[in-house]
């Protein structure tokens, strides 16, 4: 059996690292109004309250704690028990027009105003994504409207 070159199992061994850190973008939800924290600890400073359906990015895990960072793109930690698998994101335009179907011709269905969370459906061609509101009225909204995806 043939060995290859130190050289080659280096390369293979750093490209196997780089496709396995290449991991699709974690969204969660917040499924209560918590505190977020400086530090992924109850000991840490406090920062701010955010509220219930928030959606945030996961950046880093850590024992029970998760580093998020939110639509603005601040980051800080909170307890993982308030992150759930539901999956929302927030209206980050003055106002999002959702339409029945995934064309701007379309109906509209209704507006939500900035920082109105939204529960996503699924993604849809030529850049829409299906959403609902939590009255159930659904549609589709432009995805450079919201942020969360």
Known sequence: MKRLPNVLLLFF???SGFSMSANAIEFRTVNAATVLYDAP????????VIRSDTPVEV???LEGWSKVRDAEGGLAWIEQTYLSDKHSVIVTADRADV????????SLVFEAEKNVALEFVEM???????????????????????WGY
Not at 41 to 48: D, E, H, T
Not at 99 to 106: E, L, M, N, T
């Open 13 to 15: 061994f750093v490209a």
């Open 41 to 48: 600890s109850q000991r840490g400073s406090k920062l701010f």
């Open 59 to 61: 950046v880093v895990r």
């Open 99 to 106: 339409r029945r179907k995934a064309d701007d011709s379309s």
């Open 124 to 146: 849809a061609p030529g850049g829409w994504i299906k959403v609902r509101h939590r009255d159930g009225a659904s549609g589709y909204v432009r995805a450079n409207q919201i």
